[in-house]
């Protein structure tokens, strides 16, 4: 019995741009604190193409995924910024999650943010406990693009290998 199938087969270079884009952005994210709008645009583009190509029904979630991942980091931006008079949030991680939402459509939205929140406000916990200089938690700027990226890859593979794990989505 063949492992793949034809369709499969021509989904592979869809899905190792999506794994080689998020690597390429978690890495620059956290070297420099920048994700480069090259890296992100393509992958928001490619998750529009692989929905058009192989899931054409998904599309509309996919869509509204892409603008609700990005409007809801861009509003949690200005509140942060009103309340603090600076920036908390960069464009890069709005466009990041946009491109997630392209992927993974909307619903999938809640539990990459819980899981890159969490996993991010853990690391810097570890980081403050391992670190002999004393770090704020509150003004310390962090990456939040190789979390993002990793509850991205971590949604993809979570909900292809657990499909009822969709269905948890209305908890977040």
Same mark, same amino acid.
């Given at each position: &019995? %063949?492992?793949?199938?034809?369709?499969?087969?021509?989904?592979?270079?869809? $899905?190792?741009?999506?794994? =080689?884009? !998020?690597?390429?952005?978690?890495?620059?994210?956290?070297?420099? &604190? $920048?994700?480069?709008? #090259? !890296?992100?645009?393509?992958?928001?583009w490619s998750g529009l193409l692989y929905q058009v190509f192989f899931i054409p029904?998904?599309?509309? *979630?996919?869509? +509204?995924?892409?603008?609700? =991942?990005?409007?809801?980091?861009?509003?949690?931006?200005?509140?942060?910024?009103y309340w603090r008079k600076y920036e908390g949030i960069g464009y890069g991680d &709005? /466009?990041?999650?946009? %491109?997630?939402? %392209?992927w993974h459509g909307w619903q999938s939205l809640g539990w990459i943010l819980f899981?890159?929140?969490? *996993?991010?406000?853990?690391? &810097?916990?570890? *980081?403050?406990?391992?670190? /002999? /200089? /004393?770090?704020?938690?509150?003004?310390?700027? !962090?990456?939040?693009?190789?979390?993002?990226?990793?509850?991205?890859?971590? %949604? =993809?593979?979570?909900?292809?290998?657990?499909?009822?794990?969709?269905?948890? #989505?209305? +908890?977040?």
């Amino acid at each position: &019995m %063949a492992m793949f199938t034809s369709s499969s087969l021509f989904e592979l270079p869809f $899905l190792a741009i999506y794994i =080689g884009l !998020l690597l390429q952005l978690a890495w620059i994210d956290y070297r420099c &604190m $920048l994700l480069p709008d #090259n !890296l992100t645009y393509s992958l928001l583009w490619s998750g529009l193409l692989y929905q058009v190509f192989f899931i054409p029904e998904h599309l509309a *979630t996919s869509i +509204l995924g892409a603008i609700c =991942g990005y409007l809801s980091l861009w509003g949690l931006h200005w509140i942060y910024f009103y309340w603090r008079k600076y920036e908390g949030i960069g464009y890069g991680d &709005m /466009k990041l999650l946009a %491109a997630l939402g %392209a992927w993974h459509g909307w619903q999938s939205l809640g539990w990459i943010l819980f899981t890159a929140s969490s *996993t991010g406000l853990f690391s &810097m916990l570890i *980081t403050k406990l391992l670190r /002999k /200089k /004393k770090i704020s938690l509150t003004t310390t700027p !962090l990456p939040f693009g190789p979390y993002l990226a990793i509850a991205g890859g971590s %949604a =993809g593979w979570i909900c292809s290998t657990f499909p009822l794990f969709q269905e948890l #989505n209305f +908890l977040l």
